[in-house]
């Protein structure tokens, strides 16, 4: 999930510095008082002075909540994080591509089009990587998948057997990945953990993480019998350490890949419609609330998708860098993979092919991630 940014921060600039006053031995009190209001002329300039040059730049970045010295920074690309497929032997792991400026639909793959990262725990393998940036915006968490499927084409014990584990990593650069760990989230009747998201709830102050599991009976511990994915969620502080597992979007059929952004006080979530037999099966739904953890989100649209691609899931959304306008790409798999769509408005469920698209050769589920020029600058010139 990726939290719009409003377009201007109330306050774009901290205060400066008070110094006391030294006037001379003969200034008296007037002379003190006109030295203070001549300080708080100037720092109103200033800051009016900064807000102007960030906004020539392009889209602020909103304040860091709980940093008072943080000055706005103007986002000056996207970085693209996704994976490329179970079809060769380096294809689940992590892959890079910068955008070309703030154009959110040209793009250039970063590393020589090889992977960045390389999970070394699990099954050392990594599907659906999803980047958040913390709340204070001094850290980013990279979770994802923990399956290998690279010769293999079973698909069902997978989701019977497979990892009940989320793989995790810290950076403070998104250059440099540290302490990467499995964290169990699933709970021991789950047959598989797909497409870990995460949502900051400032409400709790803890993350909202969120993902896909089959659910068999507490008495059917071999995961034998017929289930469906739901979504499941789980909150934690620090990524080691989570709550108890609940089930929060549960429509009773299988459901994948919920992705979550937040505009206005309103949470817009879209999902992958997996059932089978229906005219909208695989296509995308979007619903909406103003709570993350709400149970029964109200629905906005159906079959996103459908006349444009034959097929779709993976979702993954974001708002422009410099307008009124949200991108939603999603994964046509065993076709075209990703497709941009676009829209004005989140509420209204239109969501309309993006014309003259550049992406890169092979992206799968994943991420956008709106990123300063400090951040693209050392994002090119570390993986160029």
């Not at 999930?1 to 110094?19: N, V």
């Not at 490329?84 to 294809?91: D, I, L, P, R, V």
């Not at 037999?277 to 459908?306: H, M, P, Q």
């Not at 092979?362 to 990123?371: A, E, I, N, W, Y």
Request: charged share 20%.
């Amino acid at each position: 999930m990726i939290e719009d940014t409003p377009a201007t921060p109330a306050d774009p600039t901290p205060p400066p510095e008070r110094r006391r006053a030294q006037p001379p031995h003969s200034a008296g009190r007037n002379g003190i008082g006109e030295g203070i209001r001549s300080g708080r002329r100037n720092g109103r300039r200033l800051r009016a002075a900064v807000l102007a040059l960030s906004m020539a730049a392009g889209a602020l970045i909103s304040w860091p909540q709980g940093s008072a010295e943080a000055a706005p920074a103007p986002y000056a690309g996207y970085l693209f994080v996704y994976f490329t497929g179970e079809g060769s032997a380096t294809g689940e792991q992590i892959y890079y591509a910068l955008s070309k400026g703030n154009d959110p639909l040209h793009w250039t793959e970063l590393n020589g089009g090889k992977p960045v990262l390389a999970s070394t725990v699990g099954t050392k393998g990594v599907r659906d990587p999803f980047v958040t940036r913390s709340p204070k915006g001094d850290r980013f968490y990279l979770l994802g998948t923990d399956q290998r499927q690279y010769g293999n084409r079973d698909w069902d014990t997978p989701q019977r057997h497979g990892s009940k584990n989320i793989v995790v990593w810290e950076s403070t650069d998104l250059v440099n990945w540290t302490n990467q760990h499995l964290s169990k989230v699933a709970p021991d009747t789950a047959g598989n953990t797909w497409a870990p998201e995460a949502t900051y709830d400032e409400t709790q102050g803890k993350y909202v993480v969120y993902w896909a599991s089959k659910i068999y009976a507490a008495n059917d511990p071999n995961h034998t019998g017929n289930t469906y994915n739901r979504m499941l969620y789980a909150t934690t502080a620090d990524f080691r350490t989570f709550s108890a597992a609940k089930t929060w979007f549960d429509p009773g059929h299988s459901v994948l890949d919920s992705t979550v952004i937040k505009n206005n006080g309103t949470y817009y979530r879209l999902n992958k419609d997996a059932r089978d037999g229906r005219t909208c099966s695989n296509f995308i739904t979007e619903d909406k609330s103003t709570t993350i953890l709400n149970t029964r989100y109200t629905v906005v649209a159906d079959c996103i998708g459908r006349g444009a691609i034959s097929r779709g899931e993976g979702p993954l959304v974001f708002k422009s860098n410099t307008g009124n306008k949200w991108y939603q790409f999603i994964d046509e798999y065993g076709v075209r993979g990703y497709v941009p769509f676009e829209t004005t408005d989140l509420n209204s469920g239109k969501w309309t092919p993006s014309p003259n698209y550049a992406l890169p050769a092979k992206p799968r589920h994943g991420t956008v991630l709106p990123v300063t020029q400090a951040e693209y600058d050392r994002l090119k010139n570390r993986f160029r």
